[in-house]
């Protein structure tokens, strides 16, 4: 059955006024200051973003007026414009992941936001519905999964289902693990069974939080802030409280950096269990259901044939406790804030990954199997982490001898980084797959199939060549484009057989 032209909800008015109003706040905001403490201007500021205000909030108006959608036998059709009308057809097949995202102003009116990428889309999505029903969203994303035919149309109303989920403990660190679930997904989803359910329990949500390595992303956030204060602050002020620090002596400089940090923790802290509360991952047929969050739900949808690559990622500060991080490269479904990558496991034990990726996704379980670079390039890893600490401690030494002493303590401090990142690079392959591992601060190892990977490179420096090695790079298409791994200073006979297995096509055939 055609179902006929819908429009957004009301809602969509806001949120698009919303969405627009935040980016130019900050510009507002700078601008209106500059003003007020300028005094009487010539431009008076707050009456030129007043009108483009009310500008923009008459465009969210004829933005909602102007944009319709139909699903028309299993294709979702688009039309919006204000002045110049755009039409665009979804099919089913180019389809590449749907994501389904509550925030907070769609919760109050219990409404979803869709997006729908599809192959050649990139990093933007192909179509976004940003206000809709939940049941008008489950029929959207079960159409283009299963390009059903004879759809019943979106006013035909669909009744609610509360889940009475039943989790039964495994033995996989606390999380929740449920390979033989009888229970329904949501109310879209009546006549399929999930095979397997995976859920992030509390303990190890909390585990994630304190152990995230988001805080130097919130104190890199938090810097550039203080940066800016200078220009918001008057310079009397600023020059006051800077000499105060300068004057104060290290210890109390100390302490600010200390409660900068403390602070970014618990912002890092509070993001991440917001982020990942509610956590799970279910398993319908060949789809990878993932649902997240508190205040702003999501659930996305990734086909696992278009999975790529399996990333483990451990951090400093989950490494010596066993737990690590699982992500997925694909086709479509990654986010900005992911790197273009998607959170398929925010955390359990290390040991127990190979059993649930047995029964997520069965064709990258296999045990990696490594071989580490030669003792030789040892010196490299070395070298290249110490040479810029090592010649800004001579130059302390030279100018402020009295400061040298921190030089001394940052070339000990890259050292041991430079042997970690030495004892953990390695590369490998077996029965058609690919692994590589390596280590920037946190260590990371990659699984790809041999049909998945779009190319592997090998590449040797005048200095490299001088000690027989070599660096491996490798590429997979992810959301954006493509991602690229690489391996340093691996011996160049092992990398040379490494591009003899990928230029091997039998191999493609063993890895299907």
Same mark, same amino acid.
């Given at each position: ?9 009301p ?19 700078i ?11 010539f ?58 995202? !509550?925030? /907070?102003?769609?919760?109050?009116? %219990? $409404?979803?936001?869709?997006? @729908?990428?599809?192959?050649? #889309?990139?990093? &933007? ?82 585990? !994630?939080? /304190?152990?995230?390595?988001?805080? %130097? $992303?919130?104190?890199?956030? @938090?810097?550039?802030?203080? #940066?800016?204060? &200078? ?57 990878l259901?993932i ?22 990622? !451990? ?6 406790? %066993?737990?690590?991080?699982?992500? @997925? ?27 649930v ?29 110490t ?12 100018f ?7 030089g ?11 042997? !970690? ?6 590369? %490998?392959?077996?029965?058609g ?80």
């Open positions: 059955m055609m179902s006929e032209f819908k429009r957004l909800h809602a969509s008015i806001i949120l698009m006024f919303l969405q627009g109003l935040k980016g130019i706040i900050l510009p507002v905001i601008t209106l200051f500059f003003s007020s403490s300028q005094g009487e201007s431009i008076r500021f707050e009456y030129i973003w007043l009108v483009f205000i009310v500008i923009l909030f008459i465009s969210s108006i004829l933005s909602y007026i102007s944009f319709k959608y139909k699903l028309e036998d299993g294709e979702l059709f688009v039309q919006k414009g204000i002045f110049i009308k755009k039409k665009r057809y979804i099919q089913q097949k180019r389809v590449q992941s749907i994501d389904i995202t !509550a925030g /907070l102003l769609q919760r109050i009116f %219990g $409404l979803v936001k869709v997006n @729908v990428e599809t192959a050649g #889309s990139g990093g &933007e999505p192909e179509v976004q519905l940003n206000a809709i029903k939940k049941q008008e969203a489950s029929l959207i994303s079960e159409a283009l999964k299963a390009g059903k035919q004879n759809l019943k149309p979106f006013d035909a109303g669909i009744a609610d289902h509360d889940s009475n989920d039943r989790h039964e403990p495994d033995a996989l660190n606390g999380s929740e693990f449920n390979p033989d679930s009888n229970e329904r997904l949501d109310e879209s989803s009546q006549e399929l069974k999930p095979s397997v359910k995976w859920n992030l329990s509390t303990q190890h949500l909390l585990i !994630a939080a /304190l152990t995230s390595s988001g805080i %130097g $992303l919130t104190i890199s956030a @938090v810097g550039a802030l203080f #940066s800016q204060v &200078e220009q918001v602050i008057p310079s009397t002020l600023y020059e006051r409280t800077f000499g105060f620090l300068v004057g104060s002596g290290i210890w109390f400089i100390t302490a600010i950096i200390f409660f900068i940090v403390f602070i970014s923790w618990i912002i890092s802290f509070i993001n991440t269990v917001l982020k990942y509360g509610n956590f799970s991952v279910v398993k319908q047929n060949d789809d259901i649902k997240r969050g508190l205040i702003e739900t999501r659930q996305l949808t990734i086909n696992t044939d278009r999975v790529t690559a399996v990333r483990y990622v !451990a951090n400093i500060f989950r490494q010596p406790f %066993g737990y690590t991080a699982v992500y @997925v490269e694909s086709a479509g479904g990654g986010t900005g804030e992911e790197q273009g990558s998607t959170v398929l496991l925010p955390l359990l034990k290390k040991k127990d990954a190979h059993k990726l047995e029964e997520l996704l069965p064709e990258y379980a296999a045990e990696p199997v490594f071989k580490r670079v030669p003792q030789r390039a040892l010196i490299r890893y070395l070298v290249q982490n040479f810029i600490p090592i010649a800004a401690t001579a130059a302390l030494f030279y402020y001898p009295e400061f040298a002493y921190y001394l303590i940052a070339v000990a401090l890259m050292s041991v980084i430079g042997y !970690a990142q030495y004892r953990d690079a390695a590369a %490998g392959s077996l029965c797959q690919l692994y590589v591992r390596y280590r920037k601060l946190s260590q990371v190892i990659v699984i790809s199939k041999h049909r998945k990977i779009q190319s592997l490179e090998r590449h040797v420096s005048l200095l490299q060549g001088r000690r027989d090695l070599a660096t491996i790079k490798l590429a997979v298409q992810s959301s954006f484009s493509w991602k690229l791994f690489r391996v340093e200073h691996v011996d160049v006979n092992d990398a040379d057989q490494l591009l003899y297995w990928y230029s091997n096509k039998n191999q493609r055939g063993r890895s299907d």
